[in-house]
């Protein structure tokens, strides 16, 4: 699975937070609409991801990622490119420092 990512268009307009790449993608692990599917992290911003899925994920879809020692990030699938997909979590700001903290988390282990 390589990293896919789409052109710049009308969602870079519309995006609400800056994306973080990540230099190296990170495998996880998430449940879309009760099945478990395998993803690749490519970036992250504190609205959402930006995965690249082993299989389709459609839009509007449901989608919970386990954090490590924190809990559940529920969110949802809001555009789909080719291989990559976005997902939006729609948090509240009180949320975030927790989720931001969950994916360095994250990022720590996979180093």
Known sequence: MGREQPATSDTDERRKSQRVPLSDDIAILLVVEGR???ALLSDVSKDGLCLVPEESIPKGANVVIDLPADG??????VWAHKAAVGIEFGLAESELER????LHLLLQDDE
């Open 99 to 102: 989720v931001l903290k969950c």
């Open 36 to 38: 478990p599917v395998r």
């Open 72 to 77: 559940k990030l529920e969110g949802r699938c």
